[in-house]
């Protein structure tokens, strides 16, 4: 059984944001504590890509997800784009690691930059000075030459980077099916048992 871990879940405003919803379910369906950070832009992608009714205040947010995903509130904390007294803005916390999904090049240029102009980008930079995990999943296509040097430079500090670049050897029969592929691998490099994707060759 996983031992419960504290994560930094970031859903920006790129296009995807039903990877990152589908990640936070798994997670607070594990048992995990979820520190999680919408951006205002990621809320307008849900109305408009999504079935999901966000409410506009966190505290009716927090209270409309848990019920959806029928898990228990108290793992669940959401925060504001300058909420600097979260958890998630200090190394002190001894959050386990952080996800960006979906992350946008905007986000993950700032990222790139060390900007912490928000507490989207301040989390990521405590990840990144407390040689903590961070994953970024950029849903971006083509990618400029300013993409990629971008995500050059945070794998070279260690950051994993994982475009939303589904398989199809499982033969997916539903959109959930291709979401799940990509929740699967996120899962894996967080070190987080699960059951959506068989692992190759088993």
Known sequence: ???RKKIAL???GASGVQYGFRLLEVLLKENHHVYLMLSKAAQV???MESELKLPGRKSEQKKYLSALFNTDPSLLDIFGDE???????SGSAKVDAMVVCPCSMSTLSQIAVGASSNLMERAADVMLKERRKLIIVPRETPFSDIHLENMLRLSRM????MPANPG?????EMVSDIIDFMVARILDQLDIAQDLLRPWGQ
């Not at 909420?83 to 803005?89: I, S």
């Not at 199809?168 to 997916?172: A, E, G, I, T």
């Open 45 to 47: 992608v849900t109305a």
């Open 83 to 89: 909420e600097w007294t979260a958890p998630v803005a």
């Open 168 to 172: 199809f050897y499982n033969k997916p």
């Open 10 to 12: 970031a859903v920006t």
């Open 158 to 161: 260690g950051v994993v980077v």
């Open 1 to 3: 059984m996983n031992s």
